[in-house]
């Protein structure tokens, strides 16, 4: 059953927004833990989890559900990212504690009510960290990008919890993603149908191994700007590598006509964080 509760979501920040961010001291910085985002309700011993549109999401392992069952305050809705390659839970926003209902509340007011709710609770729910001053901004950042984490969110600190809606057009803080590029070798159309049964204007893409086998990654839509015959090298922008060593959010920048296939190796994918246990 939905709870009626659209997550707030996430626009796109650009790098000049990013240095704007830096000195602002209304804004905090947080790690964009790439999850699944989940709205969690305990109400007594019930734990029921939703997605960002409020409908009934895939459910908690039994080990977190015990966990948040423990937790005492007996009634809380909180805002979190479940991260299932390490079976954990990050809590970056809540709009119940306790009876007090907190959605209304600035966003800095909500952080004092999760610290104080969820600090030293349990080793998989972990509150969000946060940067504030332009230093620890600046730290964060740089930590970030070299533990290979997917971005960061700048947030208001003044603003009440903002809903999306069933579209999610309605968005207001920001993310800032780490984009990655690499050379791939196009390996043919891809063989995938869209909704209306024709097959999507997309090729696939693939890397070679260390033993010669060329890998398929990812499929990617065409651009219309140059051909993607079999075998052609290009460059692809992508958010970050799973343990499978596919690539996340691809996307077909440009031709690479100074590269050969055999130059597009497997080594160039950079993991995420998140897919190293």
């Not at 920040?13 to 905090?28: D, F, G």
């Not at 869209?194 to 033993?211: E, M, Q, T």
């Not at 006509?257 to 497997?266: P, R, V």
């Amino acid at each position: 059953m939905p709870i009626g509760i659209y997550a707030e979501l996430l626009q796109d920040a650009t790098e000049a927004q990013v240095k704007q961010s830096v000195n602002n001291p209304n804004h905090v910085w947080q790690e964009k833990h790439n999850g699944d985002r989940r709205l969690i309700i305990k109400q007594g011993l019930d734990i029921r989890d939703f997605n960002r549109k409020g409908d009934t999401a895939k459910g908690l392992t039994p080990k977190l559900i015990a966990a948040l069952r423990s937790h005492p305050q007996p009634n809380f809705i909180i805002d979190t990212e479940y991260v299932g390659a390490f079976n954990a839970i990050h809590v970056f926003d809540a709009l119940q504690i306790g009876d007090d209902i907190i959605a209304t509340m600035s966003y800095g007011t909500r952080l004092t009510y999760l610290h104080s709710a969820f600090d030293g609770f349990h080793t998989d729910i972990l509150p969000i960290y946060s940067a504030i001053t332009p230093m620890d901004k600046i730290a964060l950042r740089e930590r970030l990008e070299a533990e290979r984490a997917e971005g960061f969110v700048f947030k208001d600190l003044s603003a009440p919890y903002r809903q999306s809606n069933a579209s999610g057009t309605l968005r207001y803080n920001w993310r800032f993603k780490f984009w990655k590029t690499l050379d791939a070798v196009v390996i043919g159309d891809s063989k995938e149908l869209d909704a209306h049964g024709r097959n999507k204007n997309s090729v696939r893409l693939g890397l070679y191994l260390p033993n010669g086998t060329l890998k398929d990654i990812c499929g990617a839509t065409k651009k219309s700007s140059f051909v993607c015959a079999p075998g052609t090298v290009v460059e692809l922008k992508y958010l970050y590598g799973s343990g499978e060593l596919d690539v996340v959010q691809p996307a077909l920048m440009h031709p690479r006509f100074d590269k050969t296939a055999k130059e597009c190796t497997i080594d160039q994918i950079i993991v995420s964080k998140n897919w190293n246990k």
